[in-house]
């Protein structure tokens, strides 16, 4: 079998592609609307760091509606780059803290913290009673 895409095939794919990122689109703005009705911070299902993947192009739900497992992977690790480099560079280095030290205590200070929000997302989302991501 060719690996050329042949012209149908590709503009299939393409609305297909298409067809997924409007989806995605209209589920978020739904949940958007939700939140906002039932009186959410913004803050807590819209930070920065979700916003911004947003604008990159990044489908992933706002945080109360994101997976355990989404909303842990992307804390833990955005916290342990971030975490990880101010703390080596600011404090761990001059104190003559070896690099491979300094990556295992950055692993474990940011999968305390992935844990601890992916666990708070999902006591926001019970509280609030939001429906499913895929129900929206």
Not at 89 to 110: H, N
Not at 112 to 132: C, E, Q, S
Request: glycine fraction near 4%; proline fraction near 6%.
């Amino acid at each position: 079998r060719s690996c050329v895409l042949s012209a149908c095939e590709a503009s299939r794919l393409a609305e297909q592609r298409q067809r997924k990122e409007m989806d995605f689109e209209v589920r978020k703005q739904k949940a958007l609307a939700i939140m906002v009705r039932r009186n959410m911070f913004k803050c807590n299902y819209a930070p920065p760091l979700i916003r911004f993947l947003w604008w990159l192009g990044v489908n992933i739900p706002p945080l109360p509606f994101a997976s355990f497992w989404q909303v842990f992977g992307l804390m833990a690790g955005s916290f342990s780059i971030m975490y990880g480099l101010l703390m080596y560079l600011m404090v761990w280095r001059p104190q003559g803290m070896s690099p491979l030290f300094a990556c295992a205590v950055s692993l474990i200070t940011s999968v305390l913290f992935g844990l601890t929000m992916a666990l708070f997302y999902l006591w926001l989302r019970r509280v609030h009673k939001l429906p499913d991501w895929q129900d929206l």
